[in-house]
Nanobody, 115 residues
Framework: QVQLVESGGGLVQPGGSLRLSCVGS????????LGWYRRPPGTQRELVAV???????NYLDSVKGRFTISRDNAKNTVYLQMNNLKPEDTAVYYC?????????WGQGIQVTVSS
């Protein structure tokens, strides 16, 4: 079955950087809109960034200028470069692949921003 596997999370100090990666298997990424969501502690999941098939991007206001989403269809991978991380970025981050017919999710990866 389709699998999305995130990597690159962990503990980082405020002001630091992380790059999340999500690799898909048994799925053709080029036919999907790809996104990163997060669920901060005690809150609902929210959309962080999305990149369409043609490369258009959109971001949550609070991460604009700090986060960058990108995709490499040849590698079936989507990335989230996170710079100048803040404690409020602490969350479980999820990769998503969405099309008209399907909606797939990764298992999630923890990002903790703390000194």
């Amino acid at each position: 079955q389709v699998q999305l596997v995130e990597s690159g999370g962990g503990l980082v100090q405020p002001g630091g950087s992380l790059r999340l990666s999500c690799v898909g298997s048994r799925i053709i990424f080029s036919t999907y809109t790809l996104g990163w969501y997060r669920r901060p502690p005690g809150t609902q999941r929210e959309l962080v960034a999305v990149i369409t098939r043609d490369g258009s991007t959109n971001y949550l206001d609070s991460v604009k200028g700090r986060f960058t989403i990108s995709r490499d269809n040849a590698k079936n991978t989507v990335y989230l470069q996170m710079n100048n991380l803040k404690p409020e970025d602490t969350a479980v981050y999820y990769c998503n692949a969405n099309s008209y017919y399907n909606d797939f999710w990764g298992q999630g990866i923890q990002v903790t921003v703390s000194s």
